[in-house]
């Protein structure tokens, strides 16, 4: 599958080392003002090359809008076309690893359904395909914010390093919690990373989110439950290992009286005195902050030899070459961000 939504769609094609990456987006309503810097403001937040801890691919991002979208900036109801140039791709990186399979990537499962693949950055594998998500949400939060829906999402551990429990605010205080920030702590995270990359390793991360302003009611109560639209866009995020929200796995630590909460007297100025249930309950939204953790793995391409397979198993110690993020959960809150945007959008189209 390509397409991601029912209502609210986002398809999108290119290769990651193919002329161009691009996407449509369809059902975004007509009327919604765009604000191209904000846009680009998200797709620069994801942009590679602008810091020593992430590839240095230098890709300049600059959407082309084709389509749904008039002069003055308004929707047009219309499908939105739109594409990002490839400019800055390295194939001779790839020569090596054209007839091998690099441990941890989707190289052998994509030989395996498709009998071939493009090895060049890992084709439709790459997370160069997360800059068509990170535009389609973008565009989906213009519309978002005009309904007074907030989406944020922050990298909350790296390694070792990271904060205890990132959500325990919101789920105490849901009015007025927010997401931990401590310069020492954030300062820690960068140290995990920099000591990977120094040692031609990387590391994993925790990326948290919280999304204000959802009314109630949004979700079905049996397949298409709200955390289960949200839980498929997120384990479609490449690296991504797990996801919980609200309690998460603490909840299997807790009693009864540990994880309920209680409704706010005439339902104010809450429905409820506290946000554990991470803002679904029977797989319908409350009203409440929904919130939810995502785990990385670490980059899989780590500067190494590496014993690495053939079509027919014969092995080859190849070091991988080209440009890879040490921690790949650095940039991937923005894109978060973007996928739960798309989520939202299309539940609110129902």
């Not at 002329?19 to 998200?42: E, F, K, N, Y």
């Not at 498929?232 to 995020?237: G, K, N, V």
Request: hydrophobic share 40%.
């Amino acid at each position: 599958m390509n397409t991601l939504g029912r209502l609210l769609r986002l398809t999108t094609f290119g290769e990651s080392h193919g002329p161009a990456m691009g996407g449509i987006l369809d059902g975004l309503p007509s009327g919604i003002r765009i604000d191209m810097a904000d846009v680009q403001h998200m797709i620069d937040r994801r942009r590679t090359g602008r810091s020593t801890l992430t590839s240095q691919r230098r890709e300049t991002d600059i959407p082309e809008i084709l389509s749904g979208v008039n002069a003055d900036g308004i929707t047009l109801g219309t499908p939105i076309g739109f594409i990002f140039r490839n400019t800055d791709a390295r194939s001779s990186d790839y020569c090596e690893l054209e007839h091998r399979y690099r441990p941890g990537h989707a190289d052998y499962t994509y030989d395996m359904k498709y009998g071939l693949r493009d090895p060049r950055g890992g084709g439709r594998a790459s997370a160069r395909e997360t800059v068509n998500w990170v535009m389609g949400g973008a565009l989906t939060m213009q519309w978002l914010r005009t309904l007074g829906i907030t989406i944020e999402a922050r990298l909350t551990a790296v390694g070792k390093a990271g904060y205890p429990s990132p959500l325990a605010a919101i789920m105490s205080d849901p009015l007025h919690g927010a997401l931990p920030f401590d310069e020492a702590t954030e300062q820690a995270m960068l140290g995990e990373v920099e000591r990977a990359r120094r040692d031609c390793d990387s590391v994993g991360g925790r990326v948290s989110c919280v999304m204000r302003g959802l009314p109630a009611g949004l979700g079905d109560p049996v397949f298409g439950k709200l955390q289960a639209r949200l839980a498929e866009a997120m384990m479609s995020l490449n690296a991504v290992k797990g996801f919980e929200y609200g309690m998460g796995a603490a909840a299997a630590e807790a009693r009864g009286s540990e994880a309920i909460d209680l409704f706010a007297p005439g339902f104010s100025p809450a429905p409820m005195r506290t946000d554990r249930h991470g803002g679904a309950l029977g797989g319908i939204s409350t009203g409440m902050p929904v919130c939810f953790n995502l785990w990385f793995k670490p980059t899989p391409t780590i500067s190494r030899p590496l014993p690495m397979p053939d079509r027919e198993g014969e092995m080859l110690e190849v070091t991988a070459h080209g440009r890879h993020d040490p921690c790949v959960a650095m940039r991937a809150p923005v894109i978060v961000e973007a996928l739960a945007a798309l989520v939202a959008g299309d539940l609110l189209r129902f």
